[in-house]
């Protein structure tokens, strides 16, 4: 081994100079952050390996991991769960190289399913890999008349009839008004709903990143949403409505309110985030003009022989999906963290 071959580190609480190197790699973004291995312990209890590659005392590349082990889905090495992008971050080919190669031994000594790697575009060629997800982002102007012309038509005419009901828009410093209709709203789509610990502890850990924008009508919340901040991006990343928000149109007056306030934040970029192929969601981002960007997640198989399928698609979980639609909102918001804790 020479002085210029990279040495991979696991951090420990020399956060600084990870997070330093983050804002300086231009493919850098908000979940390659240090501070996420705080709020994934905090809040999940997941053990995190998060690598760094050093060349004569110089981070070159870094790679967030999260080991999840559980009974009911999948014992996986994760870049980066609760995240929609994730991999190594790398200034040399030679660091990336030696990131992976020591991401792909830990596995193996770990004895996991399989690593996940939540690329952008793709990195692996002998890995194997999923078009399943796709992000959706586009560039913003500074101008909301230029931003709502932006928007296709049909779309428009709605958020111009959101706009006329009367609602406002609020910066929370908490999630005391969020969390009720998240909960809700994910009830009614049959998923476990995160804690409210983790959503606090993305507040304390980010600071200004992390903001959380309400909308109301006659002084009732209908919906929110948490957002992050990164250099000159945000992304809507936990959203829910309530019962009113459909007949207001709560969601789309959601949407254009953060696109409005981030602007004038100087944010120029609008990350809708990641959807499912085909899936309403995915169809809501395309009508306010975003084109599908697919994702490269990419598996390292150690002790399964096939991609996992963890999507609610899939037929093992429709039962269960229903049967959660049924449940009282308490009750979910109860067994909800002790589940979605393992889903990643």
């Known amino acids: ?68 082990k559980s009974r009911l889905f999948a014992n996986a090495l994760i870049s980066t769960p609760f995240c929609v ?38 990195r692996h060629a002998d890995w194997h890999g999923k078009d399943l997800y796709y992000t959706f982002r586009r560039e913003i102007a500074a101008d909301d008349e230029a931003n709502l012309q932006a928007i296709p038509r049909k779309q428009r005419a709605v958020v111009r009839k959101a706009m006329k009901l009367g609602m406002a828009a609020e910066i929370d410093s908490d999630v005391e008004r969020l969390y009720p209709l998240y909960a809700y709203s994910l009830r009614n789509l049959g998923t476990p709903v995160f804690s409210k610990k983790y959503m606090t502890l993305l ?29 000159d991006e945000v992304l809507p990343y936990y959203a829910g409505a309530g019962e009113r928000a459909r007949e207001l149109k709560a969601n789309d007056y959601l949407y254009w309110a953060l696109m409005s306030h981030a602007a004038a934040r100087g944010v120029r970029v609008f990350d809708f985030g990641r959807s499912k192929r085909e899936t309403g969601p995915f169809h809501f981002k395309r009508h306010w003009g975003f084109e599908p960007q697919p994702l490269a997640y990419e598996y390292y198989l150690v002790e399964a022989d096939s991609l996992p399928d963890l999507s609610p698609a899939n037929p093992r979980y429709q039962r269960v999906i229903r049967a959660w639609q049924k449940l009282p909102i308490p009750v979910t918001r109860v067994i909800g963290p002790l589940l979605s804790r393992n889903l990643g």
């Open 85 to 122: 992008y994730g991999g190594a971050l790398a200034a040399t080919e030679r660091a990336e190289a030696a990131l992976y190669a020591h991401a792909c031994e830990l596995a193996r000594r770990l004895g996991v399913d399989y690593l996940e790697a939540r690329e952008r575009t793709p």
């Open 203 to 231: 507040l304390e850990t980010f600071g200004d990143a992390v903001e959380v924008l309400t909308i109301t009508h006659e002084g009732e919340p209908v919906a929110s949403v948490l957002s992050f901040y990164f250099r």
């Open 1 to 68: 081994m020479t002085a210029s071959t990279p040495v991979v580190h696991v951090l420990d609480t020399d956060t600084h100079r990870w997070d330093a190197f983050v804002a300086e790699a231009p493919d850098a973004t908000f979940f390659h952050q240090a501070g996420w291995k705080r709020v994934i312990e905090g809040a999940f209890g997941h053990r995190c390996h998060f690598l760094y590659a050093e060349t004569d005392g110089r981070i070159e590349g870094v790679l967030p991991l999260v080991h999840v």
